[in-house]
């Protein structure tokens, strides 16, 4: 246990005036994505808040982890650890800047039965009387095999599927093998904002405490973000959504009035306001040349309950709920649609790939998704295209049951840049270039912290595409922190794709399905050989689990797809569990200025296609110098075999500067 501090909070919304401030308290310990911020200086999204660790903080309470064994609460953890409280316990942090919001990322245990509970958190600054923020494990708690369950004790929902438990095929294995329930749990956590009603000045110290009456056995706190909210945004001149019979309590459905006010603004050549307050909303809301401005995502809130259709809409979705849609492409797509400064909070609890329950949707041109917080949707921005020039910046998506944002068919010359997303249940950022190509798209400056499943950073197929200054952090499975895939039925990759001076930490995770070890960044070559022009530059690998870099071919395609073309240079790898290169492809690559140390395993584990061959490996390094640390030994070139298909894990000490 560390040091005991103190804590309370108190009533109201908004900011208020600061107090005086508190004695001196333990100087409080500020990371991003878990690391020490000089790590990743210039990478990732610059956000408002200030991220404290759970297990740096002051508390009576148990420490988990490290750990990254999917299935456990350590696993998912941002920085793979964090503090259980039972009843009657607390931990404390001491506010690094003045502050009047919080954000809190916790756990709480599923119902016996699925479904979630709700349990008390006493949040408190000082002196002053703890207010009660009332968790929810509604919207946590994943089962089973994709596309997952909510029921802990179902049976395999693919017995016909190989699974790693057994090494088997569960239906064609006699006897037939037992299998643990609830099986594969995970999607643990979930987070809830509180404004504090006043400015608490720097140092004083804020206390998250379980009741002791609390229903809840065990609460885990992962992290505090907290940060300094300006007030609300006014906009005089609009058409309010109030004037058109908007409830802003959140009792009466708006959605009607939404619609008014925007036919009205789209006449008037005005933009739409959103005042403060919560406007329940259960449906999509079509916007097509209009612009709505909320008075800030803290502030004006769109919160709707998932509603089942009577019967399937043409695209197969089974319900709706609340999101702002474009039209479709096939309808022509909508322009010019700007959206800002308002929150989303949807009420998605299980996976259903065809349902459209997503956050923003549709096609927009000439569009841009600015400053939201997208919440409990199934993804939080899906566009499906062709459509060009979105914006999409400065949004908060955080514990979506499926993507943070993909670009999916088409979409040409956009952009995604300082976006904060944490716990997706799929990719954090996606680009899928499905039927029809992505081009010319950057993903720019976001940060991406623990995708429970799949990648931080996904690309399939496209024509030059970037992917650049990102920060990708703690990856659970099945997935690395950076994807390039030939893969789910994706046009070829053409032209070039950029990959430079991205962050990544704690990666290079197990794939469940072959039982191995992955890379911090992953060439998949799946459906088609990969061969445009890759540039990895600049980027620096952290602490990876295994692999920093890993090239593959599917087993049964290995002889048919080969990745080649791909270069990195002026990388840092800082920590690998096993190599900095796995290849287990047919292909090549070249290497400049790669600097390694930590490293658990032999530099270049290259299976190549496992054919083996007198001549070596189908897989050639070619070394244009500058690589130090020792890990690319002139005896590993061009292409001897050093396969080793599981070596052992040594894990690495924590990155530090270079």
Same mark, same amino acid.
């Given at each position: 246990?560390?040091?005991?501090?103190?804590?309370?909070?108190?009533?109201?919304?908004?900011?208020?005036?600061?107090?005086?401030?508190?004695?001196?308290?333990?100087?409080?310990?500020?990371?991003?994505?878990?690391?020490?911020?000089?790590?990743?200086?210039?990478?990732?999204?610059?956000?408002?808040?200030?991220?404290?660790?759970?297990?740096?903080?002051?508390?009576?309470?148990?420490? $988990?982890?490290?750990?990254?064994?999917?299935?456990?609460?350590?696993?998912?953890?941002?920085?793979?650890?964090?503090?259980?409280?039972?009843?009657?316990?607390?931990?404390?942090?001491?506010?690094?800047?003045?502050?009047?919001?919080?954000?809190?990322?916790?756990?709480?245990?599923?119902?016996?039965?699925?479904?979630?509970?709700?349990?008390?958190?006493?949040?408190?600054?000082?002196?002053?009387?703890?207010?009660?923020?009332?968790?929810?494990?509604?919207?946590?708690?994943?089962?089973?095999?994709?596309?997952?369950?909510?029921?802990?004790?179902?049976?395999?929902?693919?017995?016909?599927?190989?699974?790693?438990?057994?090494?088997?095929?569960?239906?064609?294995?006699?006897?037939?093998?037992?299998?643990?329930?609830?099986?594969?749990?995970?999607?643990?956590?979930?987070?809830?904002?509180?404004?504090?009603? *006043?400015?608490?000045?720097?140092?004083?110290?804020?206390?998250?405490?379980?009741?002791?009456?609390?229903? %809840?056995?065990?609460?885990?706190?992962?992290?505090?973000?907290?940060?300094?909210?300006?007030?609300?945004?006014?906009?005089?001149?609009?058409? !309010?959504?109030?004037?058109?019979?908007?409830?802003?309590?959140?009792?009466?459905?708006?959605?009607?009035?939404?619609?008014?006010?925007?036919?009205?603004?789209?006449?008037?050549?005005?933009?739409?306001?959103?005042?403060?307050?919560?406007?329940?909303?259960?449906?999509?809301?079509?916007?097509?040349?209009?612009?709505?401005?909320?008075?800030?995502?803290?502030?004006?809130?769109?919160?709707?309950?998932?509603?089942?259709?009577?019967?399937? %809409?043409?695209?197969?979705?089974?319900?709706?709920?609340?999101?702002?849609?474009?039209?479709?492409?096939?309808?022509?797509?909508?322009?010019?649609?700007?959206?800002?400064?308002?929150?989303?909070?949807?009420?998605?609890? +299980?996976?259903?790939?065809?349902?459209?329950?997503?956050?923003?949707?549709?096609?927009?041109?000439?569009?841009?998704?600015?400053?939201?917080?997208?919440?409990?949707?199934?993804?939080?921005?899906?566009?499906?295209?062709?459509?060009?020039?979105?914006?999409?910046?400065?949004?908060?998506?955080?514990?979506?049951?499926?993507?943070?944002?993909?670009?999916?068919?088409?979409?040409?010359?956009?952009?995604?840049?300082?976006?904060?997303?944490?716990?997706?249940?799929?990719?954090?950022?996606?680009?899928?270039?499905?039927?029809?190509?992505?081009?010319? !798209?950057?993903?720019?400056? !976001?940060?991406?912290?623990?995708?429970?499943?799949?990648?931080? $950073?996904?690309?399939?197929?496209?024509?030059?595409?970037?992917?650049?200054?990102?920060?990708?952090?703690?990856?659970?499975?099945?997935?690395?922190?950076?994807?390039?895939?030939?893969?789910?039925?994706? +046009?070829?990759?053409?032209?070039?794709?950029?990959?430079?001076?991205?962050?990544?930490?704690?990666?290079?995770?197990?794939?469940?399905?072959?039982?191995?070890?992955?890379? %911090?960044?992953?060439?998949?070559?799946?459906?088609?050989?990969?061969?445009?022009?890759?540039?990895?530059?600049?980027?620096?690998?952290?602490?990876?689990?295994?692999? %920093?870099?890993?090239?593959?071919?599917?087993?049964?395609?290995?002889?048919?797809?080969?990745?080649?073309?791909?270069?990195?240079?002026?990388?840092?790898?800082?920590?690998?569990?096993?190599?900095?290169?796995?290849? *287990?492809?047919?292909?090549?690559?070249?290497?400049?200025?790669?600097?390694?140390?930590?490293?658990?395993?032999?530099?270049?584990?290259?299976?190549?296609?496992?054919?083996?061959?007198?001549?070596?490996?189908?897989?050639?390094?070619?070394?244009?110098?500058?690589?130090?640390?020792?890990?690319?030994?002139?005896?590993?070139?061009? !292409?001897?075999?050093?396969?080793?298909?599981?070596?052992?894990?040594?894990?690495?000490?924590?990155?530090?500067?270079?």
């Amino acid at each position: 246990m560390a040091a005991v501090m103190a804590v309370t909070v108190t009533g109201g919304a908004g900011p208020a005036r600061a107090e005086a401030a508190p004695p001196a308290s333990p100087a409080p310990v500020v990371t991003r994505a878990a690391l020490d911020p000089s790590l990743v200086a210039g990478r990732g999204a610059d956000v408002g808040f200030l991220e404290q660790e759970a297990e740096h903080a002051t508390t009576n309470g148990t420490l $988990i982890g490290p750990g990254r064994t999917a299935y456990t609460l350590a696993s998912e953890a941002s920085g793979r650890r964090a503090v259980s409280l039972a009843p009657g316990q607390f931990v404390e942090f001491t506010l690094p800047a003045p502050t009047n919001a919080i954000t809190v990322r916790y756990s709480i245990p599923d119902a016996p039965t699925g479904g979630g509970i709700t349990a008390p958190l006493d949040v408190s600054v000082g002196r002053r009387p703890a207010r009660t923020m009332t968790l929810t494990s509604q919207y946590a708690w994943l089962y089973n095999q994709y596309p997952f369950s909510n029921d802990p004790a179902a049976g395999l929902l693919h017995p016909d599927w190989w699974i790693t438990e057994c090494s088997c095929v569960p239906a064609a294995t006699t006897p037939t093998p037992t299998i643990t329930r609830p099986f594969r749990p995970h999607h643990f956590y979930d987070e809830q904002r509180m404004l504090l009603g *006043r400015t608490y000045p720097a140092g004083s110290v804020l206390r998250l405490a379980v009741p002791a009456g609390s229903v %809840a056995p065990w609460t885990v706190i992962d992290l505090l973000d907290s940060e300094l909210v300006a007030p609300p945004r006014v906009v005089p001149v609009a058409a !309010n959504v109030l004037a058109f019979g908007a409830d802003p309590t959140g009792r009466r459905d708006s959605a009607g009035a939404f619609d008014r006010a925007i036919a009205f603004a789209r006449r008037t050549k005005l933009k739409v306001y959103l005042p403060p307050g919560t406007y329940q909303v259960n449906r999509h809301v079509i916007v097509d040349d209009v612009t709505i401005e909320g008075a800030g995502n803290w502030y004006t809130i769109v919160k709707g309950r998932e509603v089942a259709l009577d019967t399937p %809409a043409p695209d197969g979705s089974v319900h709706t709920g609340v999101g702002f849609y474009g039209r479709p492409a096939s309808a022509g797509g909508s322009r010019n649609v700007h959206l800002s400064g308002f929150a989303i909070e949807g009420d998605v609890r +299980e996976r259903i790939d065809t349902d459209q329950v997503n956050g923003v949707g549709g096609a927009l041109s000439h569009s841009s998704v600015d400053g939201l917080y997208l919440h409990h949707t199934k993804v939080g921005l899906w566009f499906d295209g062709p459509m060009t020039d979105l914006r999409v910046t400065n949004n908060v998506i955080v514990d979506q049951i499926a993507d943070g944002l993909n670009f999916h068919t088409g979409v040409t010359d956009s952009v995604v840049r300082n976006n904060f997303v944490r716990n997706s249940g799929d990719d954090g950022l996606a680009m899928w270039s499905e039927k029809t190509g992505n081009a010319g !798209n950057i993903i720019d400056r !976001n940060t991406v912290q623990s995708p429970v499943l799949a990648n931080g $950073i996904a690309v399939y197929g496209g024509t030059d595409n970037t992917v650049s200054r990102n920060l990708v952090a703690d990856p659970v499975r099945e997935g690395s922190a950076i994807q390039v895939g030939s893969r789910f039925g994706a +046009e070829p990759f053409t032209g070039h794709l950029w990959i430079t001076e991205n962050t990544t930490a704690r990666a290079g995770t197990y794939e469940l399905n072959w039982n191995i070890g992955l890379g %911090a960044i992953w060439f998949y070559a799946l459906d088609r050989s990969i061969d445009a022009d890759i540039q990895v530059v600049g980027d620096h690998y952290l602490d990876n689990t295994y692999n %920093a870099i890993m090239l593959v071919s599917d087993w049964p395609v290995k002889d048919r797809y080969s990745i080649t073309n791909v270069h990195f240079r002026d990388v840092r790898v800082d920590g690998a569990g096993t190599s900095v290169v796995s290849a *287990r492809t047919a292909g090549s690559a070249s290497f400049a200025n790669v600097d390694a140390r930590n490293v658990g395993a032999v530099g270049v584990n290259n299976c190549g296609s496992f054919h083996f061959t007198p001549a070596g490996s189908e897989f050639s390094l070619t070394d244009l110098g500058g690589n130090d640390g020792g890990w690319l030994a002139p005896w590993l070139l061009p !292409n001897t075999i050093t396969c080793d298909d599981r070596p052992p894990v040594v894990a690495p000490p924590p990155p530090s500067t270079w």
